[in-house]
């Protein structure tokens, strides 16, 4: 059986990486959160889970966006474990540094940083259950601008220009099988973007109605599902599923001559992504881990009006466990 499962996951996990098409495409922070992200109850020995240890990580993400914009986004990631016998949580913060280069221009800045907590319930049989909590603070207004002060589509910029509230849990079996379910909600918007494709010197390029005009978007909420199998020894693992992120509403514009608001048709609707990871933990403590994410998008929706769109993307990452306990990894 578990044979099997390695052949059928390696598979999943080679085609997802071969056309590494848009992790996360879609994806405004939740599904990358706590009990939500992929691979979230991994176990570092017999006895322990990954997120008892306090650890950081340091991953960059390779990505192109919408119309081949080329995005390089950096991200520092800490976890601080708060562990009892039988349960506990460990909290999560999160600080990524973006950058795009496009026909448009370049465009660099702070992302939106998350921070969240999640307990864990460890003392089931078979079962582990997981709650998260968070918030995702937007760091910017999307206002960045091109080398002549004009205001870039959603797709070049930063931050998203809100803050949103995550919530979601999941549970696995037996570290087989683990669903996930989630729900973010933008609760204050603070967004001031003014790309509306038109400029005053006449510029055709740069007027070309090819990007979504979201001029001060009013983001709705989303909600997911994420369902994956799981083959993971102590030193390697491979896991292979499916996300699925739902936009519960057409987001909204408004419009510069009028002042009203208007609904981007196309912007509410379904994205479901194939989803792989595979990872290899190393150290005479498995104190050290890399791992690398891929994805290829089945179902999308017809607008991103966020700028969320990806062409393809794929992330390295580098883990250090700082409290590293002897046991199975040593020989």
Not at 4 to 11: D, E, N, P, R, V
Not at 95 to 114: Q, V
Not at 169 to 193: H, M
Not at 234 to 249: D, M, P, S
Request: proline share 3%.
């Amino acid at each position: 059986m578990r044979h099997i499962s390695a052949i059928c996951l390696g598979a999943a996990l080679g085609f997802a990486a071969f056309t590494a098409k848009a992790q996360g495409e879609a994806d405004p922070g939740f599904a990358s959160t706590g009990s939500m992200r992929t691979t979230s109850a991994l176990m570092i020995n017999e006895y322990d889970y990954e997120n008892q240890r306090a650890h950081f990580s340091l991953g960059h993400t390779f990505a192109k966006g919408e119309r081949d914009i080329r995005l390089n986004i950096s991200q520092l990631e800490v976890r601080v474990p708060l562990f009892g016998s039988y349960s506990g949580g460990y909290f999560d913060v999160k600080l990524p540094i973006f950058s795009s280069a496009g026909e448009l221009g370049n465009s660099w800045g702070l992302s939106d940083m998350s921070a969240s907590y999640t307990h864990m319930f460890i003392g089931l049989e078979d079962w582990t259950i997981q709650g998260t909590g968070g918030l995702l603070i937007g760091m910017g207004t999307a206002t960045n601008a091109d080398g002549k002060a004009r205001p870039l589509p959603m797709a070049y910029q930063p931050s998203r220009g809100s803050s949103d509230v995550m919530v979601g849990g999941s549970v696995t079996w037996k570290q087989w099988i683990s669903a996930a379910v989630g729900y973010q909600q933008p609760l204050i918007r603070y967004n001031e973007n003014e790309f509306f494709a038109a400029n005053a010197i006449n510029d055709t390029f740069y007027s070309r109605d090819v990007y979504t005009i979201a001029r001060k978007l009013y983001r709705q909420g989303d909600v997911m599902l994420r369902l994956e199998g799981h083959y993971v020894t102590e030193r390697i693992g491979l896991t292979a599923g499916a996300l699925g992120i739902y936009h519960l509403k057409d987001d909204l514009y408004q419009d510069r001559n009028t002042g009203g608001w208007y609904e981007i048709d196309g912007t509410q609707g379904l994205t479901i992504n194939l989803v792989g990871n595979a990872y290899y933990r190393f150290g005479r403590h498995g104190q050290f881990k890399l791992d690398v994410t891929g994805a290829t998008p089945v179902v999308r929706r017809d607008v991103y009006s966020s700028g969320l769109y990806r062409q393809w993307m794929l992330t390295p990452r580098f883990t250090f466990f700082l409290n590293s306990k002897k046991g199975a990894l040593m020989f």
